[in-house]
């Protein structure tokens, strides 16, 4: 079943009531982008923690949904075709726009992603020289590896090189860094000494991208980029005027507090409640087990995505 947002209806989404969801897990990676494992064994990892519902979407791109399309067949999971695109909004540099249900094969939001992609190798080479400007080697087989096999290059590869570099050893002990989860959060993320914000696309240029490739535009877990409870309410409510259909309520790391914040609003609203364990893989210090999100018993309103999947 094919799903289009009408654009007349806008920014009203049409939302189905909610129902009982089937076990999802709506947000995963593979080496397409920063995740650990190839895309087929991120698929048979997922269907061996009972996922029944799953969505493989890489960072800007969606050269993984063929693969995932196939392992799903393969493991009996149901795959949603899916990208996370990287936005940003004002102030804030690094927002995540989940596109559900897209048409992988549409050409103009390859190239859009493609360009996407430009920008976060550019920001990669800025943000390699301001660590080398704070004192850091970095080893260039992980950035290396990365380019050789034709992958965008991130800061989680950033962070592996200077992990690996032998030089870096005496200070990262100091630092208290044993590996990639919290070197970047010291170093690579918005307010710190090696970032290096993203130009482009803005959180609406994103959406709008979403909807001219046929997809659903949620706003990924809003409390891993804005803190204060009252901004991120004032953003799903801007976000929702800019044609986004729903928001990553269930998150790994978002509080029962939070959880309940955003659900509320979201059936205030009539948008979507998704959710995710943003599997990065086995050996990720956050995000290495499917079905890690809690519910805290309320109904997600997944809408249409389950129909989107094949």
């Known amino acids: 079943m ?3 947002p009408d654009a007349a209806a806008r920014p009203a989404p049409v939302v189905s009531p909610p129902v009982s969801a089937p076990t999802f897990d709506l947000q995963s990676h593979s080496t397409h982008s920063d995740g650990e494992l190839p895309a087929p064994e991120v698929i048979a990892r997922a269907a061996a923690a009972g996922v029944e519902l799953l969505a493989l979407s890489d960072h800007d791109t969606v050269d993984g949904v063929e693969e995932a399309l196939a392992a799903g067949r393969e493991h009996a999971v149901a795959i949603v075709p899916a990208t996370e695109i990287s936005a940003v909004d004002g102030p804030y540099e690094d927002m ?3 596109g559900y249900g897209v048409d992988h094969t549409d050409q103009v939001l390859a190239e859009r992603l493609l360009d996407a992609r430009g920008d ?3 920001r990669a080479e800025a943000m390699a020289q301001r660590l080398q400007e704070l004192g850091f080697e970095i ?3 992980p950035v290396d590896a990365r380019r050789a096999a034709g992958k965008p290059v991130g800061r989680p590869h950033l962070a592996a090189g200077v992990l690996a570099h032998p ?7 100091a630092e208290g860094h044993e590996d990639v989860s919290s070197f970047i959060p ?12 993203r130009s482009h696309p803005t959180v609406a240029e994103a959406i709008g991208w979403i909807h001219d490739a046929g997809g659903i535009a949620i706003w990924a877990h809003p409390f891993w980029d804005v803190s204060d409870p009252d901004e991120v ?3 799903v409510d801007r976000f929702k005027e ?4 729903g928001v990553e309520v269930f998150y790994v790391t978002h509080t029962e507090d939070q959880v309940r914040l955003l659900a509320g609003r979201c059936a205030e609203l009539g948008l979507l409640a998704t959710g995710s364990s943003d599997y990065h893989g086995p050996e990720h210090r956050l995000f290495s087990r499917f079905r890690a999100h809690e519910t805290h018993g309320i109904e997600p309103n997944l809408g249409p995505i389950p129909d989107l999947a094949r």
């Open 2 to 4: 094919s799903w289009q």
């Open 96 to 98: 995540h726009v989940l």
């Open 120 to 122: 976060r190798e550019r």
């Open 139 to 141: 080893d260039p087989a």
């Open 167 to 173: 030089a870096n050893a005496e200070r990262l002990a």
């Open 186 to 197: 010291a170093y690579l993320i918005q307010g710190t000494p090696g970032y290096v914000a």
């Open 233 to 235: 309410l004032a953003l």
């Open 242 to 245: 800019a044609g986004l259909e």
